[in-house]
């Protein structure tokens, strides 16, 4: 089942230096939402604070409130672990799991969270390789080193291995920045059939990526040079790239900044 994404307030820091402030947002279930702004602004930064993967680096805290269907995603008790099975993550690279095969690398979520019988395991690889639309060019291939796919090919492995949890959310952090255009192309109409399953939400830097795949769109810019990047205004997709309400955010989108 999607879940809703409410954004209240919030503020994050590596250590002293603060990297993101004072972000309010609302993500709807079974949409997608872009990520958009010049590099350094906060982007990646702030998807990362959604399923808390940005504590991975040491001094990361928040101040404010993330809620998945009305629970605190940072409250004293929740296992930050338990947020990733729950809000998925793809990266800006492919990283398939270099010794394991492609089968193993979806499974390997799945055996992490205890399942050990194998027809369990088979369904789920088979549903999520369907599902990242991956099944009818590996099928015959399982057992080989997922390594040995090429990049976009990877790249859907990898989106496979993080869907084969059942996680309610998916993260996409600049997911074809990797990719050739073919690639590209077949990773947008992915997202396109993945949102009516999951919410989803990617950063890009391509206009054009963000204009054909998302519902709403959020612009992030940076006051000045060391200062914390800000949303400066988030909206349907189509009125942010037709009318948007801010200067800033027509400049950026007719490139004449960033």
């Known amino acids: 089942m999607a879940r809703r994404i409410d954004v209240k307030n919030l503020d994050v820091y590596y250590g002293a230096f603060h990297a993101v402030e004072d972000v309010t947002m609302t993500v709807e279930p079974r949409t997608?939402?872009?990520?958009?702004?010049?590099?350094?602004?906060?982007?990646s930064t702030l998807i990362r604070t959604l399923n808390r993967m940005h504590e991975v680096i040491p001094g990361?805290?928040?101040?404010?409130?993330?809620?998945?269907?009305?629970?605190?995603?940072?409250?004293?008790?929740?296992?930050?672990?338990a947020v990733r099975r729950v809000v998925g993550m793809v990266f800006q690279r492919p990283n398939p799991f270099p010794s394991m095969s492609i089968f193993d690398n979806v499974a390997s979520g799945l055996r992490l969270n205890g399942v050990k019988n194998k027809k369990i395991l088979d369904d789920a690889v088979e549903?999520?390789?369907?599902?990242?639309?991956?099944?009818?060019?590996?099928?015959?291939?399982?057992?080989?080193?997922?390594?040995?796919?090429?990049?976009?090919?990877?790249?859907?492995?990898?989106?496979?291995?993080?869907?084969?949890?059942?996680?309610?959310?998916?993260?996409?952090?600049?997911?074809?920045?990797?990719?050739?255009?073919?690639?590209?192309?077949?990773?947008e109409d992915l997202i396109g059939q993945l949102k009516e399953r999951y919410t989803?939400?990617?950063?890009?830097?391509?206009?054009?990526?963000?204009a054909r795949v998302s519902?709403?769109?959020?612009?992030?810019?940076?006051?000045?040079?060391?200062?914390?990047?800000?949303?400066?205004?988030?909206?349907?997709?189509?009125?942010?790239?037709?009318?948007?309400?801010?200067?800033?955010?027509?400049?950026?989108?007719?490139?004449?900044f960033g």
């Open 200 to 210: 989803v939400v990617i950063v890009t830097h391509n206009m054009q990526q963000a």
């Open 215 to 256: 519902d709403q769109t959020a612009f992030f810019n940076l006051a000045a040079q060391g200062k914390p990047g800000k949303l400066i205004e988030i909206g349907p997709t189509d009125k942010i790239f037709s009318n948007p309400d801010e200067q800033a955010t027509e400049d950026y989108i007719t490139g004449r």
């Open 32 to 43: 997608v939402t872009a990520f958009i702004g010049p590099s350094g602004c906060g982007k």
């Open 60 to 81: 990361a805290h928040v101040t404010g409130s993330v809620q998945l269907d009305g629970t605190e995603l940072y409250g004293q008790s929740v296992d930050p672990v």
């Open 127 to 187: 549903r999520s390789l369907v599902a990242a639309n991956l099944w009818n060019e590996v099928k015959d291939r399982l057992g080989k080193a997922g390594i040995g796919l090429s990049g976009g090919q990877q790249q859907r492995l990898c989106i496979a291995r993080a869907i084969a949890v059942e996680p309610q959310v998916l993260l996409m952090d600049e997911p074809c920045s990797a990719l050739d255009p073919i690639s590209t192309l077949a990773i």
